[in-house]
C-alpha cells in the first residue's frame, strides 16, 4: 500500500522503518478503499492503532500536519517481519469483555424474567393458601358446631338417663319404705 501511493498521499520514510501520511483526505477517498472496506481515515487508524503501530503527529514545512506510523514488524522491503504483527492483547482483552458483558446483559434478561414468572407463581400460590386457608376455617366451625351437638346431644343422653335412673332409685325407695 505505501510503496505502491503516490508520494504526495504517503510514501516511506527514509530508512524504512515508518511511513508518513501526507494528505489523509486524499489516502481515505483514494488509497484506502483499495485494501479496506471503508473509506475512514479514523477507521484506518484505529485499525493500525489495534496493531500497536506508533503514531506521531508531524507538521511539514509546508504548514501541513500529517502522521508518522511504525511498527517494529513493518519495515521497507523486509515482508517476512509481517507475520509479527498481531492484534494487541488489549484489543482482544476488550472484545471478550465486550462478549461476556453481552452475555451477562442476556443472562441478567433471562434471569429478570424467570424472577417476574416465580413473582407470579407466588402471587398465585398466596391467593390459593388464602382460599384454603378461609375453607379450613370455614370447616374447622362446622366441625366444632357438629362437635358440639353432638356432644350436646350425648351428655343430653346422659343426663336424661341419669335422671331416670335418679327418679327409679326414688321410686324403688319409696315402695320399700310403703312396706
Keep these: 500500500m505505501v510503496s505502491t501511493s503516490d508520494p504526495a498521499i504517503c510514501r516511506w520514510e527514509r530508512g524504512g522503518t515508518s511511513?508518513?501520511?501526507?494528505?489523509?483526505?486524499?489516502?481515505?477517498?483514494?488509497?484506502?478503499p483499495n485494501y479496506f472496506k471503508h473509506?475512514?481515515?479514523?477507521?484506518f487508524m484505529r485499525?493500525?492503532?489495534?496493531y500497536r503501530f506508533k503514531k506521531e503527529q508531524i507538521s511539514f514545512p509546508d504548514g501541513v500536519v500529517g502522521h508518522r506510523y511504525s511498527h517494529?514488524?513493518?519495515?521497507?522491503g523486509q515482508p517476512d517481519l509481517l507475520v509479527s504483527i498481531h492484534e494487541s492483547a488489549k484489543r482482544d482483552s476488550v472484545r471478550g469483555e465486550f462478549e461476556e458483558k453481552r452475555a451477562l446483559v442476556s443472562e441478567i434478561k433471562a434471569l429478570k424474567s424467570d424472577i417476574s414468572a416465580l413473582e407470579g407463581t407466588v402471587e398465585s400460590l398466596r391467593d390459593e393458601l388464602s382460599s384454603l386457608r378461609s375453607q379450613l376455617k370455614s370447616r374447622t366451625s362446622e366441625t366444632e358446631h357438629h362437635v358440639c351437638k353432638a356432644c350436646s346431644d350425648k351428655l343430653k343422653v346422659n343426663v336424661e338417663a341419669t335422671l331416670f335412673d335418679a327418679t327409679s332409685?326414688?321410686?324403688t325407695e319409696g315402695s320399700i319404705e310403703s312396706d
Design 169 to 171: 332409685c326414688d321410686n
Design 72 to 76: 517494529h514488524g513493518f519495515i521497507e
Design 39 to 43: 473509506s475512514r481515515y479514523s477507521s
Design 47 to 50: 485499525s493500525l492503532n489495534s
Design 19 to 32: 511511513f508518513l501520511v501526507i494528505d489523509k483526505n486524499r489516502l481515505a477517498s483514494e488509497v484506502i
